[in-house]
């Protein structure tokens, strides 16, 4: 059984920083054979891809909405991946889910992922 538990969501200003955390488990899991993804769903509407991280770290892909502003990263020998999530706005208010997908690349496809967690609220405020 496969664990993704997403933390460091919360309330902050616009242009303000957060840093998600999705820490790994299983008996059978090998967090370093799977590529990583963080996807995010505001009210009303379709979850929407944010970023995608491989299996080595060395390749990440980011939606347009976020890149030079979010930067993904893991760290293999602890079992997690983060989200630096920099100069925030209002509009990147949605709940925020860590996703895992066996193979070497992420995608921005979400039907692509074999497990995901329950997801972090993050919150911005204008």
């Known amino acids: 059984q496969v664990q993704l538990v997403e933390s460091g969501g919360g309330l902050v200003q616009a242009g303000g920083s957060l840093r998600l955390s999705c820490a790994a488990s299983?008996?059978?899991?090998?967090?370093?054979?799977?590529?990583m993804g963080w996807f995010r769903q505001a009210p009303g509407k379709e979850r929407e891809f944010v970023a995608a991280?491989?299996?080595?770290?060395?390749?990440?892909s980011y939606a347009d909405s976020v890149k030079g502003r979010f930067t993904s990263s893991r760290d293999n020998a602890k079992n997690t991946v983060y989200l630096q999530m920099n100069s925030l706005k209002p509009e990147d208010t949605a709940v925020y889910y860590c996703?895992?997908?066996?193979?070497?690349?992420?995608?921005?496809?979400?039907?692509?992922?074999?497990?995901w967690g329950q997801g972090t609220q993050v919150t911005v405020s204008s």
């Open positions: 299983g008996r059978t899991f090998t967090f370093s054979m799977y590529a």
């Open positions: 996703a895992a997908r066996g193979s070497i690349y992420g995608s921005s496809n979400y039907a692509a992922y074999d497990y």
């Open positions: 991280i491989s299996r080595s770290g060395g390749s990440t």
